[in-house]
């Protein structure tokens, strides 16, 4: 079992980055994909989620983030647009298989497996 992601890296403010999370592994396709960042000096803190019913967005990203899963489902993908000096953090990915899919955490307790996480810097 593995979480991997990538597509971080230095954008200016108001650009756009887009993060990838392959998972996998069995049943991962049903499972609940979640993305979380950690400023430093910071609690790491809920960003979005995806499940069987959809999208959930921290509010300070709702707008203007998307997730959304591909293939065959073992992908989360992260759209970030206008993005602000306030979104630098290392973003990780996190599944929630416990569940098939049927609950949307925003705790990361919930959280079974996670990746090592990908550096977002947002220049101003």
């Known amino acids: 079992v593995q979480v991997v992601e990538s597509g971080g890296g230095l954008v200016r403010a108001g650009g756009s980055l887009r993060l990838s999370c392959a998972a996998s592994g069995p049943f991962f396709s049903s499972a609940t994909m979640g993305w979380f960042r950690q400023a430093p000096g910071k609690e790491r803190e809920f960003v979005a989620a995806?499940?069987?019913?959809?999208?959930a967005y921290a509010d300070s990203v709702q707008g203007r983030f998307t997730i959304a899963r591909n293939g065959a489902g073992n992908t989360a993908v992260l759209q970030m647009n206008s993005l602000k000096p306030a979104d630098p953090a290392v973003y990780y990915c996190a599944a929630d298989l416990r569940t098939a899919g049927w609950r949307t955490s925003r705790a990361g307790s919930e959280y079974e497996y996670w990746g090592q996480g990908t550096q977002v810097t947002v220049s101003p």
């Open positions: 995806i499940s069987r019913s959809g999208g």
